[in-house]
């Protein structure tokens, strides 16, 4: 008997795991970002964005450039 119980809690705090997890999936991938008034809008690198990219970077010889890259994995 309390083998079945011990089950069943696993499987409810298994089924509660997996809806918090696709709850912040969904959040992540729906949720609109927006940067704070006078911020630069946010940019996504790819190949057709990289050109534009490396000139405003260059240009910018005589200032402090601080480049983050951040990967979900």
């Excluded at 696709?22 to 911020?39: F, N, S």
């Excluded at 405003?56 to 979900?72: E, I, Q, Y």
Aim: net charge positive; proline share 8%; no cysteine.
């Amino acid at each position: 008997m309390r083998l079945g119980r011990a089950f069943s809690s696993f499987l409810i705090l298994l089924a509660a795991a997996v809806v918090v997890s696709v709850g912040v999936i969904a959040w992540l991938k729906i949720a609109p970002r927006r940067v704070p008034p006078g911020q630069p809008a946010l940019a996504t690198l790819d190949s057709s964005s990289l050109p534009a990219f490396r000139n405003a970077f260059n240009a910018a010889d005589g200032d402090v450039r601080v480049l983050v890259m951040l990967s979900p994995t």
